[in-house]
């Protein structure tokens, strides 16, 4: 099975500075047909996952573009170009590539300096 | 929308059935799983059911697989997770999802408690 390591696993940041969280997976994850499935998800405090990124690097609709992701192979970054009050909580990788089963990363959490 | 029910206590060994009723989009067409988080921790994915136009088919996380059933009523809108043979590292918040990695919307329940204790 593939799995997923994030780092890093805690992440402090000041408003309005960048941050940047990498995924790596044990194997790669192009598909068959030329595509990478790599989501990135974000839970906040008490609430559900929401899916932010999907392949890499398409924003879900509704998501700022103050996030984007990129990546290839086996090595990816969610990166947060200007760190709002919202952005706190909890973020996941996950691949959709060798299933089953779907394997999230162990999260990385995101607070406010 | 996903709404999740059926959660609550149960002791080792036990068995609970989880339902997720769905509305807002064409869940006939959707392939649905289920997803845990133990307190604390982070997410695990349990297990998925393709649309009945995909098959049908059902895949398993192997700490679940043997003892967790997936099925879907699709007359009823409605996902269900048959959980036999509770064990205590079952404890967790679960999840309904149409969790895909595809440009298609993806939604989530708020989850239901499992909690399995003697």
């Known amino acids: 099975d593939v799995v997923m390591t994030q780092s890093p696993l805690s992440l402090p940041v000041t408003l309005g500075q960048p941050a940047s969280i990498s995924c790596r997976s044990s194997q790669s994850l192009v598909y068959s047909d030329g595509n990478i499935y790599l989501n990135w998800f974000h839970q906040r405090p008490g609430q559900s996952p929401r899916r932010l990124i999907y392949?890499?690097?398409n924003r879900d609709s509704g998501v700022p573009d103050r996030f984007s992701g990129s990546g290839s192979g086996t090595d990816f970054t969610l990166r947060i170009s200007r760190v709002e009050a919202e952005d706190v909580g909890v973020y996941y990788c996950m691949q959709g590539t060798h299933w089953p089963p779907y394997a999230f990363g162990q999260g990385t959490k995101l607070e406010i300096k | 929308q996903l709404v999740e029910s059926g959660g609550g206590l149960v002791k080792p060994g036990g068995s609970l059935r989880l339902s997720c009723a769905a509305s807002?989009?064409?869940?006939?067409?959707?392939?649905m799983s289920w997803v845990r988080q133990a307190p604390g921790k982070g997410l695990e994915w349990v297990g998925r059911i393709k649309s009945k136009n995909d098959g049908g088919a059902t895949d398993y996380a192997a700490p679940v697989k043997g003892r967790f059933t997936i099925s879907r009523d699709d007359s009823k809108n409605t996902l269900y997770l048959q959980m036999n043979s509770l064990k205590i590292e079952d404890t967790a918040l679960y999840y309904c999802?149409?969790?895909?990695?595809?440009?298609?919307?993806?939604?989530w329940g708020q989850g239901t408690l499992v909690t399995v204790s003697s």
């Open positions: 392949k890499v690097s």
């Open positions: 807002g989009f064409t869940f006939t067409n959707a392939w």
């Open positions: 999802s149409t969790l895909n990695a595809i440009p298609i919307p993806d939604y």
